[in-house]
């Protein structure tokens, strides 16, 4: 398996106030358990994300262990995560309101067609692991023979090649980040990405206010499966599962998460409120809850969140984070015991959006993830909002294969629709100089 890059891609980040950087020549070092954090910023922006690969796609969960899987190719502009796609929030975090926006221009969007209404989903009480998070569950330390996989990538103008799991030479002052037995369905691509960008009217298709306990065109769930929904068993672990009103414990039926902070450890997930009986999914675990999620290469998600300091230390603990996966990823194996029976290890997308990495840190980390050891970010970092609530933007722009992730300046009505003037606005709204620009790293 190859990965390619298009020639270009930078990650660009707006500085927030005109703090020094922490990793400039004089200042070049990471923290204690290895992770760098170079200057606090309102924005992050990816750009030329373009990629032309493979991942393995689950196709069978065998009741012994064993999954099966077969290479799915993609291509194209923000892919693999311009295939349906679902939002995790881990606590401790307060969801205050989530909404999710497709162009009008666009009818073939799971999320625009005309869909029921549901309640919602439930949580999922494992860690959120990466290769840079050194606190990992014995179970999920088992290593797999190495591939020997090759990934080439433009970087400053030279095309460089290197085995997967090894590191391409960063830029000199920035160091990288770190990163129910049923029949299978029969799999095909995500639907055809828009063919407008940023540009135009947005529609909304989900929202959720946990004032109201208003939901619309979303449903939450969990990784609980056994506890009401979904399955368990010593082979596989917890499905999917409906979330519990708290946001902690699993359901029967979907569930509207109330007003309230979801506890360390826990963690919630945002699909679509189409099931995967009216969408087609591709393959999924037998027994889960499955539902589809927002799809298309371009798509707007508006949310509203802080992220308290609860006390609590330890494993896994007091580390809040907000990130988005491809959705073969949940609806197969978030966390396996063997990564085989998850699509995640080879490559089909993980979007961290706010992350901290670390029991009680006040700094929060974005890295796109392709596959095992390929993490593509930039060590600046948002503040984490223990206090009040911030808004954020999150910008999926396959028209122009970018990717903007925005703190906004200013609250905003998550309306029923944006405007382009609207939109455009995320991509110019902080102030202060542009950090310097770093070519991507696979």
Known sequence: ?????????????????????????????????????????????????????????????????????????????????????????????????????YPKSNPKSAATSKQRRSSLDRRHGHQHFHEHNKEVREVQERELQERGDQITATINGKVVSWAAGASATPAPDKPKAQANYVAPAKSKDAPEAP???????????????????????????????????????????????????DGASGASSPQVLADTVIKSNSEVTIFSNKTCQEADCGYYRPGTVAYYGFSGANKIFLMEFSMPEDGTSGWNSNMPAAWMLNGKIPRTAQYPMDPSCSCWKTGCGEFDLFEVLDSGNTKCKSTFHFGEGQGLGDSDYFQRPTGEPIQAAVIMDGNNARAHIQVLDKKIDFSSGLTSEQVEGFFTMSTGKDHSQMPWTL
């Open 1 to 101: 398996m190859r990965y390619f890059v298009a020639a270009g891609a930078v990650l660009a980040a707006t500085l927030s106030t005109a703090a020094a950087d922490n990793c400039g020549p004089n200042n070049n070092a990471p923290d204690a358990i290895g992770n760098f954090y170079c200057a606090p910023v309102k924005a992050i922006t990816y750009t030329d994300v373009t990629l032309d690969s493979t991942y393995h796609l689950v196709t069978n969960m065998d009741p012994s262990g064993k999954c099966q899987s077969v290479e799915k190719a993609h291509k194209g502009a923000l892919s693999p995560l311009d295939e349906d796609v679902s939002i995790h929030f881990k606590g401790p975090l307060h969801l205050k309101q989530f909404a999710v926006y």
């Open 195 to 245: 063919k407008a960008g940023p540009v135009g009217d947005w529609a909304r298709a989900a929202y959720y206010d946990a004032k109201s306990q208003k939901a619309e065109g979303l449903v939450f769930l969990n990784n609980l499966g056994g506890q009401g929904s979904g399955v368990f068993d010593n082979v596989y672990g917890n499905s999917l599962s409906y979330a519990g009103s």
